[in-house]
């Protein structure tokens, strides 16, 4: 699906995002070092970013997960990328979200609303009734991003994510 809202659009990545892609992770590297698992050099290589593609495709189609880059509507520039991974449907009904946004667009409401937009899908087309996130503890900005969202918190779940 292509998702639209404001001044942002939400669709899945193509190889001819890869350029782009990969110097907007490299570009946040610092940034998104401190809150996502680490990426090996390998892992932003043109060949991984095709898997990572191919994969994405597989799950979507199987109704597992869906995979989307960010942009700005006006001039088309990427600025991050939101997932729903682990859906399931009877009888849980439920999915994981996960979110980041590059270096230079943090803090302007456009992860929020990324993340509202992906919520509307979920809810509305998916059909789901629940959507889990997880953050860790110290990422103050994404527990504001997460509670602006409507989430609230249930726990803490040590060791959940494997970060550096």
Known sequence: PILEQGDIVL???QLTDYQAWAALRERSRAHLTRWEPDWLDKDAALDAFRAKLRLHDRLHRAGAALAL???LKSGGEMI????????RLHPAHSATIGYWIGEGHLRQ???LAAVRLTLDYAFGEKRLNRVEAAC????????A???RAGFREEGLAR??????
């Open 69 to 71: 880059l960010v942009f």
């Open 109 to 111: 409401g456009r992860g």
């Open 159 to 164: 060791d959940y994510l494997f970060i550096n």
């Open 11 to 13: 669709r899945a990545a």
């Open 80 to 87: 991050g990328g939101v997932t729903l991974s682990d859906i």
């Open 145 to 147: 991003l997460l509670a």
């Open 136 to 143: 860790q503890p110290g990422n103050i900005a994404s527990r």
